[in-house]
């Protein structure tokens, strides 16, 4: 299965800049994308493909004076930030018409320049790098293409090489590496005992335990009774603030 793994990372001076402006970049793709289907859908036209949009508002729009700003970033950051908003689209569809399960999907929303959370996705085709120098946590750094070299802590070890990471920067400033790596997942072994536990109101729990010859045993834990047990310093702390002055 799937898991990510976040860290703390501490981006300055110039790769800090190409980072806010792989986010601005990143935020005008998802935006052209929802302008784009909108505008098929107010004219009656049928919504253009994932490849139509890839050619128009990233390949056509590199070679125009006005957005010639777009091929200074990666391009797999790109296409990942077109990909989400084309998914966030069939999520939407999916949801109206029953496909997807859950609770109701809004339609996907234009997002402000004035957002304080950014984001961009880098996949195995950007060619990212982890290094990480000794044992120090903290030497650790993450290359992004167009970006450099970003230091982070790696608090905790990767258990395998990460397909995808991304690059976020929460609405206080900070940033922060999350990975998507591949674990497997290894049942816990079993000792031939079985315990359950049932949360009760005259108890706080009832612990039933049957060992592996099938003798039962039950243990009560009472209920922690804080408020009963401290009363009485409670209602004299109440009559010594109360006479107290200002």
């Given at each position: 299965?799937?898991?990510?793994?976040?860290?703390?990372?501490?981006?300055?001076?110039?790769?800090?800049?190409?980072?806010?402006?792989?986010?601005g970049?990143?935020?005008h793709?998802h935006?052209?994308?929802?302008?784009?289907?909108?505008?098929?859908?107010?004219?009656?036209?049928?919504?253009?493909?994932?490849?139509?949009?890839?050619?128009?508002?990233?390949t056509?729009?590199?070679?125009?004076p006005?957005?010639?700003?777009?091929?200074?970033?990666?391009?797999?950051?790109?296409?990942?930030?077109?990909a989400?908003?084309?998914?966030?689209?069939r999520?939407?569809?999916?949801?109206?018409?029953?496909?997807r399960?859950?609770?109701?999907?809004?339609?996907?929303?234009?997002?402000?320049?004035?957002?304080?959370?950014?984001?961009?996705?880098?996949?195995?085709?950007?060619?990212?790098?982890?290094?990480?120098?000794?044992d120090?946590?903290?030497?650790?750094?993450?290359?992004?293409?167009?970006?450099g070299?970003?230091?982070?802590?790696?608090?905790?070890?990767?258990?395998?090489?990460?397909?995808?990471?991304?690059?976020?920067?929460?609405?206080?400033?900070?940033?922060?590496?999350?990975?998507?790596?591949?674990?497997?997942?290894?049942?816990?072994?079993?000792?031939?005992?079985?315990?359950?536990?049932?949360?009760?109101?005259?108890?706080?729990?009832?612990?039933?335990t049957?060992?592996?010859?099938?003798?039962?045993?039950?243990?009560?834990?009472?209920?922690?009774?804080?408020?009963?047990?401290?009363?009485?310093?409670?209602?004299?702390?109440?009559?010594?603030?109360?006479?107290k002055?200002?």
């Amino acid at each position: 299965m799937q898991v990510r793994y976040s860290y703390r990372a501490y981006p300055q001076g110039r790769e800090a800049q190409r980072l806010a402006r792989l986010f601005g970049c990143c935020r005008h793709v998802h935006n052209a994308v929802i302008g784009e289907r909108e505008h098929a859908r107010r004219k009656g036209l049928p919504f253009p493909t994932t490849g139509e949009l890839s050619r128009r508002l990233l390949t056509d729009a590199k070679r125009q004076p006005g957005t010639a700003w777009l091929g200074e970033v990666s391009a797999v950051a790109l296409q990942q930030a077109l990909a989400d908003a084309d998914r966030a689209y069939r999520n939407f569809f999916d949801s109206l018409t029953g496909k997807r399960r859950g609770r109701r999907v809004g339609a996907p929303r234009f997002r402000s320049r004035w957002d304080h959370r950014r984001s961009a996705r880098f996949t195995r085709n950007a060619r990212f790098k982890i290094e990480v120098a000794g044992d120090d946590p903290r030497g650790a750094r993450l290359y992004l293409p167009q970006v450099g070299w970003v230091p982070f802590t790696l608090s905790r070890p990767l258990p395998s090489d990460p397909s995808s990471v991304t690059i976020i920067r929460e609405p206080d400033g900070r940033h922060r590496v999350s990975f998507v790596v591949e674990v497997v997942d290894t049942p816990g072994l079993t000792t031939g005992r079985a315990c359950g536990i049932d949360p009760g109101l005259s108890s706080f729990a009832t612990i039933l335990t049957t060992s592996e010859t099938g003798q039962e045993s039950v243990e009560k834990i009472p209920t922690p009774m804080f408020l009963r047990r401290r009363e009485r310093a409670l209602a004299r702390s109440q009559r010594a603030l109360s006479r107290k002055q200002r």
